[in-house]
């Protein structure tokens, strides 16, 4: 929905319209500034209008001038809170703002407020009585918050790029979050890839206080855990559930004066909000699939057409050939802010739909809450992680000593593990918090889970869903001045799914048998029966092809030796035995060479 910035200090207005511009393609619709004489309190936004497009702008004051806040996102469920906010007497001017929702809201129950929310959001008030900015950022992570909090001047952003415009801003690398890049393709909250900087976790919101120049973080919501009394569950009334509260889930998140759009994959996440999507609203649905001419192995276009023709939707099909997505590249890695190593092909399907519609639904949080692609297995089969362990071992026996130590960590999916990070980086000693295992079963051992299968999941949903997922979509949509929304991530819908026991919402025939239960009526028999294709980038191919100079120059001794990060072994160790086909290190050249080019491009190389 928006951009939004602000910072403290004396007022300087050439700063925050610099900084507010930077962020136009977050809301390229109106923009508005605010500036506070006696707190020294700076706070701009870009809107991208979708609900009350007459009455939205920001920052918005409240009616008493002691309250002023800036907000990106949506509140879902306004509509709610703005009638039991009325009964108890609050009066409103605009005709039906969910950021005026948040004013009253916050007027009533100050920092409690974040009880009542469900949507996704990045918000930061002003409160002149107290002295503070409170901030939060909603629950799994779909909005971003950047900040820093340096003496003399505490800033926030939605995107990281735009607090790099402070004249003070230190861009030194922070060696926690490459080495968790490295492991993870992305960089988890709260790191950033500076060390001056930080993203607000999700879920987590923060007070600082003007007068002290101090600042606090909280958590206010954690995910449930399964719950395990609730043994004896049917299939039919697990169906039912997950029927019902989607159907509500999606309702609540077609919220918009202007008309909302599906990226319809042809998996069964995207279709079945597509099919709910056409039965609660009055006119045909845009949808937008990407195909590929040259890759039938990932094209999913026939499975799409069918859930267009069964619910009538406006289709529209992006075609391109697999190498068409390193054709812009370098924009990504922009947008992206952070090194980031994961999926690109969302960035087309924004792209295509940004000339027609603001508002796109997604499938994005359905695999997370539904087993995500049964990642907890290596888990629970003894047999099989012995049988990964040996191989690892016979790899490297470092690996050995990381599984004594963190015997959950070392087992979680990565791109590097420990024992294959020694020896790249010329940081070296490093300390406890760059391990990335270490990390895993730190987050692992605090959710507390109840099963081997909420353990992953709730470490997925602090790594893998805001930092990889919803960090990469909420980038490419913004680029295109898109506001991306995934109905799996209601608030009410996930809390009343994680609850049920993870045998019972897990397995069976298929990883998502329980949502194939519920939307079965909805959906053509041919995708309930097709198998999940899932979309993998052809790196081992770009890495030999096009993207061979880059290689040979970002991944080269001389360039290595003059950055300073890596070892200039890798060169020999990674990329050499790779581009002449004596070994296939598709996924960890890749890794290397996309922190390169933000490297380079944030040095202006």
């Known amino acids: 929905m928006c951009g939004i910035i602000g910072f403290t200090g004396p007022r300087e207005d050439a700063l925050l319209g610099a900084m507010n511009s930077s962020q136009r393609h977050r809301g390229p619709d109106d923009g508005g500034s605010y500036f506070d004489e006696c707190d020294l309190v700076s706070l701009a936004m870009r809107r991208l209008s979708i609900l009350d497009l007459a009455g939205g702008h920001q920052p918005m004051l409240s009616e008493d001038r002691q309250l002023c806040v800036v907000f990106n996102g949506e509140i879902m469920n306004a509509p709610e809170l703005r009638r039991r906010l009325e009964r ?184 079945a909000i597509v099919a709910m999507m056409s039965t609660h609203g009055s006119r045909a649905v845009p949808t937008y699939t990407l195909g590929f001419e040259d890759a039938p192995e990932l094209d999913e276009r026939e499975l799409a057409r069918l859930v267009s023709r069964r619910w009538k939707t406006d289709h529209h099909e992006i075609v391109l050939r697999s190498d068409e997505l390193l054709t812009e590249l370098e924009p990504m890695v922009v947008a992206l802010d952070e090194p980031y190593a994961g999926g690109l092909p969302s960035w087309f399907v924004f792209r295509g739909m940004a000339s027609a519609v603001k508002v796109c639904m997604t499938g994005t949080g359905g695999d997370e809450l539904f087993g995500n692609y049964g990642k907890w297995r290596s888990y629970e089969s003894t047999w099989r992680a012995l049988r990964a362990a040996v191989g690892r071992v016979r790899r490297t026996a470092g690996w050995l000593r990381d599984f004594r130590r963190y015997p959950i960590g070392s087992r979680y999916a990565m791109y590097f593990g420990e024992a294959d990070k020694r020896g790249m980086l010329k940081s070296e000693p490093r300390n406890e918090e760059e391990i990335s295992e270490r990390l895993i079963e730190t987050l692992w051992r605090d959710s507390r889970p109840a099963t081997v299968r909420d353990g992953v999941r709730l470490v997925d949903l602090q790594i893998q869903l805001p930092d990889e997922f919803l960090h990469m979509t909420d980038r490419f949509s913004m680029a295109h001045s898109v506001e991306a929304r995934p109905p799996f991530l209601d608030r009410a819908f996930a809390e009343e799914l994680m609850a049920i026991p993870a045998h019972a919402r897990i397995g069976g025939t298929h990883l998502k048998q329980v949502l194939i239960d519920a939307v079965a009526d909805l959906l053509p028999p041919e995708l309930l029966q097709a198998r999940k294709k899932g979309f993998v980038l052809p790196v081992a191919s770009w890495l030999r092809g096009k993207l061979r100079p880059q290689v040979e120059k970002l991944l080269g001794e001389p360039y290595l030796k003059r950055q300073g990060i890596f070892d200039e072994r890798i060169t020999e160790r990674l990329a050499r035995p790779h581009l002449a086909g004596r070994a296939d290190f598709s996924w960890q050249i890749w890794t290397l060479l996309m922190f390169q080019m933000w490297h380079a491009r944030s040095r202006g190389q």
Not at 154 to 177: G, H, M, R
Not at 214 to 221: D, F, I
Not at 226 to 244: C, F, K, N, Q
Request: charge should be negative; aromatic fraction near 10%; proline fraction near 6%.
């Open 88 to 271: 108890d007497g609050a009066h409103f001017v605009t005709d039906h703002s969910d950021t005026e929702v948040l004013l009253h809201l916050y007027a009533r129950e100050g920092e409690r407020m974040l009880e009542s929310l469900n949507g996704m959001f990045a918000f930061v008030i002003h409160d002149r009585r107290r002295r503070i900015l409170f901030g939060a950022r909603d629950h799994f992570g779909i909005k971003p918050l950047y900040y820093s909090a340096n003496p003399g001047r505490f800033a926030f952003a939605s995107e990281l790029k735009t607090l790099e415009l402070l004249p003070d801003f230190d861009s030194e690398l922070c060696p926690e979050a490459l080495s968790h890049y490295l492991s993870f393709q992305c960089v988890p909250s709260p790191l950033t890839i500076y060390r001056s900087t930080r993203k607000l976790p999700a879920a987590h919101s923060f007070v600082f206080d003007l007068a002290r120049g101090s600042l606090s973080t909280q958590r206010y919501w954690r995910p449930p855990a399964g719950d395990t009394s609730r043994v004896a569950i049917a299939p039919h009334e697990l169906a039912t559930l997950v029927r019902s509260g989607l159907e509500a889930a999606v309702a609540r998140w077609m919220l918009s004066d202007v008309p909302v759009a599906c990226s319809l994959s042809g998996g069964i996440d995207s279709s």
